[in-house]
């Protein structure tokens, strides 16, 4: 009889060991109202950053468009002769002295969007998703390419502010 007492105190004793283990629903029910709040507070101050990040890389997008150009320019400066603007995506002719045409399609080869289509796939914000028109001016006199983004192909709506590249 001595033996089972000592038995049963026994294994009391390591249930109440048992029972001390881990946490209560309690406890676990707060750690996560306390996480679900810090998540709220934080996520509503990151959200405006990562639309900022997209904008920037699309922004860099448009950016190679001015590089492209230049690239373009260089290696076809000798029939440039005029002020020439390229309405990449646009319908472009090749004027004497204003081969835009031909600077169209190397500026779209070398991008590796040779259509709009390419170029909204590649577009992370909002606002890159609506251009429809890239517009290349390279300007003569003031040695410099100008590249605008615009939602329609009349090119009345920009998107992003002008990338200025110096010849």
Do not use: R, W
């Amino acid at each position: 009889m001595k033996k089972i007492m000592e038995l049963l105190q026994n294994m009391k004793a390591k249930n109440e060991k048992k029972d001390n283990k881990g946490f209560s629903l309690v406890e676990l029910i707060i750690v996560i109202a306390i996480m679900a709040i810090l998540v709220g507070i934080v996520g509503t101050q990151v959200l405006p950053y990562i639309n900022k990040s997209k904008e920037a890389k699309d922004f860099q997008i448009i950016n190679s468009y001015g590089t492209a150009a230049t690239t373009a320019y260089s290696s076809d400066a000798e029939n440039v002769t005029a002020d020439t603007t390229i309405i990449v995506y646009g319908t472009n002719k090749d004027e004497t002295g204003k081969p835009a045409a031909t600077l169209e399609n190397e500026i779209k080869t070398l991008t590796g969007y040779d259509a709009a289509a390419k170029l909204h796939d590649k577009m992370g914000s909002k606002k890159g998703k609506k251009i429809n028109a890239v517009k290349v001016e390279i300007s003569l006199t003031n040695k410099t390419i100008t590249t605008q983004a615009y939602e329609d192909a009349a090119c009345t709506k920009p998107v992003f502010d002008k990338v200025v590249t110096q010849l």
